[in-house]
């Protein structure tokens, strides 16, 4: 991935306020999370999800999710652990690579009776973390798989005329920065399937998980 990446473009004052906005964003959703989460039964988010701060990010785009008419599941099969030292890591990867994921299903909704929805799988694997988020909407074209990482890359734009297309560009980043991948295929049936493998050492040994 880091030889495919393509570099950022933005002005840095630019990208990094745009990147405190989804840091914002992410962080509300979580503090919606934790607010539902005292409020309601959430037992098959956190039965599976052990991480609080990932379990709560999980429920408030749900929450978010479900409000704006996208189902949002955890896989049956998921299972993350306590305390996990990539929290943050995988609440800034999940919360960008599910908005993406709402953007994509409202600019096309499918037309499948259980209507458009995304699950997210979580599973560890030795050092590395594996997630997947998985939509049943448009998919992305073979040719636009790496475009799709580059900052500025989607055709929608926000109210005040600015890019969109910042998330998974962070995404990519982080990963790079962290040794990890990030790749998307398409789901059978239709939809899109973005797979993060997230190790538990960074480049160079440090910051091994105990």
């Not at 799988?121 to 798989?145: F, Q």
Request: proline letters at 6%.
């Amino acid at each position: 991935m880091s030889e495919s990446t393509p570099v950022l473009s933005t002005p840095v004052r630019r990208r990094e306020e745009d990147v405190r906005t989804h840091q914002r964003r992410n962080a509300l959703h979580t503090l919606l999370g934790l607010l539902e989460l005292a409020g309601q039964d959430w037992a098959t988010v956190t039965d599976r999800v052990r991480d609080p701060l990932v379990a709560a990010m999980l429920v408030g785009k749900s929450v978010m999710a479900s409000e704006r008419g996208v189902r949002l599941s955890v896989g049956e099969s998921s299972s993350l652990r306590g305390c996990h030292d990539r929290a943050d890591d995988l609440v800034t990867i999940l919360g960008n690579l599910i908005d993406n994921a709402v953007d994509a299903l409202l600019g096309h909704r499918p037309t499948a009776p259980d209507g458009p929805w995304i699950e997210v799988d979580l599973c560890e694997r030795g050092s590395v973390t594996e997630l997947r988020v998985t939509d049943n909407g448009p998919g992305v074209p073979p040719e636009r798989r790496r475009w799709i990482f580059v900052e500025g890359a989607s055709t929608k734009r926000h109210a005040d005329d600015r890019r969109r297309g910042l998330g998974l560009a962070l995404v990519a980043d982080l990963l790079r920065e962290r040794g990890g991948t990030v790749t998307v295929g398409e789901r059978e049936g239709g939809g899109a399937v973005f797979t993060v493998l997230l190790p538990a050492t960074v480049p160079g040994g440090e910051g091994e998980a105990p």
